[in-house]
């Protein structure tokens, strides 16, 4: 079988840095589009501490806009 970059995951020990860069994009994602939101959370492996992860921030943006779609 052959192994490419791109079928490697890489798992790291916990970085309290991750936090940190959590908050600098939260507030960039708030800066530009914080009348449009309800908020921006820290979500995934990253966002728990002390556990080993992925060392990928994973972000969700909760839209204040919603459609509701009829059935």
Same mark, same amino acid.
């Given at each position: 079988?052959? !192994?490419?970059?791109?079928?490697?995951?890489?798992? !790291?020990? %916990?970085?309290? *840095?991750? #936090?940190?860069?959590? =908050? #600098?994009?939260? /507030?960039? +994602? /708030?800066?530009?589009?914080?009348? =449009? &939101? &309800?908020?921006? *959370?820290?979500?995934? @492996?990253?966002? !728990? *501490?002390?556990?080993? @992860?992925?060392?990928?921030?994973? &972000?969700?943006?909760?839209?204040? =806009?919603? %459609?509701? +779609? @009829?059935?």
């Amino acid at each position: 079988m052959d !192994v490419k970059m791109r079928d490697i995951v890489r798992v !790291v020990p %916990y970085d309290p *840095e991750w #936090k940190a860069e959590f =908050l #600098k994009i939260k /507030s960039m +994602i /708030s800066d530009c589009v914080g009348d =449009l &939101i &309800i908020g921006v *959370e820290h979500v995934g @492996s990253t966002a !728990v *501490e002390g556990l080993a @992860s992925k060392p990928i921030i994973d &972000i969700d943006v909760v839209n204040r =806009l919603f %459609y509701v +779609i @009829s059935q």
